[in-house]
């Protein structure tokens, strides 16, 4: 889940220990586990709010609570962020999902104390080749910030890799939210930008764990929330976003991503 750039406590970069490793790893993996699970449950009809019902019953069941209930006021156990909605949306009842949507479901679990935050794109039927190339290029974008990350790099580097991709591409980066430290609690130290100057920001060591969660827009990178429930963040000019996340641990040789339940990594 992302957070407002600047918005928690600088309390420096926790290096966890090899048993928080492993509580933050399984609580990962029970969030990976559910966006695998709900993705059997999508279909054209349903409502976002019935898929997040279906999420909180199954973080219950498998002994985790959704950090996002109840966290500053946010009402619901995920969000579900349709087309021109950024991050933040909340499921609703309201909201049906039909034919030729895309949206991003955003989970975080917390599992004996610890924390595991990713989220992934989904759509409905068919879709055009160029709103299918925005979310393959989002994965990509992902995946190139997540291959800088080893010891002795710098946190800079991550951004970099990230916004230098999409804007070759013709895209924008959101800039006004953010990656985040995640393990002990759901946002730390420290913040993961999607655009960031080279050679910059903090050292990563090994046992450091946060997220990378670029956020890509056709149009122009700007947003605005929502008035009437203050989260919903909606893409400036109304086009399409889309956005990946997973929580990696920076490790002795390069990274683990711990949130990966399909062995992609």
């Known amino acids: 889940m992302f957070f407002f750039v600047q918005n928690f406590e600088k309390m420096g970069i ?8 492993e509580g933050i790893r399984k609580s990962s993996q029970l969030a990976g586990n559910t966006l695998q699970m709900i993705n059997g449950f999508i279909k054209e009809g349903v409502s976002t709010e019935y898929l997040d019902n ?4 199954y973080m219950r069941d498998n002994g985790a609570i959704p950090a996002t209930l109840g966290y500053h006021g946010y009402p619901k156990s995920s969000c579900i962020s ?10 609703s009842p309201k909201t049906i999902l039909k034919e030729g949507d895309i949206f991003n479901i955003d ?3 917390i599992l004996d104390s610890y924390y595991g935050d990713t989220s992934k794109m989904y759509w409905i039927g068919d879709i055009p080749q160029k709103t299918k190339q925005l979310i393959d290029d989002t994965y990509h974008s992902l995946n190139l910030g997540i291959q800088q990350i080893k010891p002795g790099n710098r946190f800079g580097n991550i951004g970099f890799a990230i916004s230098r991709f999409a804007k070759a591409k013709g895209y924008s980066v959101v800039y006004e939210f953010c990656g985040h430290g995640c393990g002990v609690d759901f946002h730390e130290e420290p913040q993961v930008e999607h655009i960031g100057r080279k050679n910059t920001g903090p050292v990563m060591q090994a046992g450091m764990t946060f997220t990378i969660e670029p956020m890509i827009n056709e149009g122009k990178s700007r947003t605005r929330v929502d008035k ?12 399409l976003s889309a956005q990946f996340e997973h929580t990696l641990l920076v490790t002795e040789t390069g ?9 992609e990594y």
Request: charged share 25%.
């Open 54 to 57: 279906i999420i909180e019953e």
């Open 82 to 91: 349709l087309n021109e909605v950024v991050c933040h949306g909340i499921p």
């Open 228 to 239: 009437h429930d203050g989260w919903t963040a909606r893409t400036i000019d109304g086009k």
């Open 255 to 263: 990274f683990e991503a711990l949130t990966d339940v399909t062995g």
């Open 14 to 21: 926790i290096i966890k220990t090899p048993e928080q490793i």
């Open 107 to 109: 989970v975080t679990t």
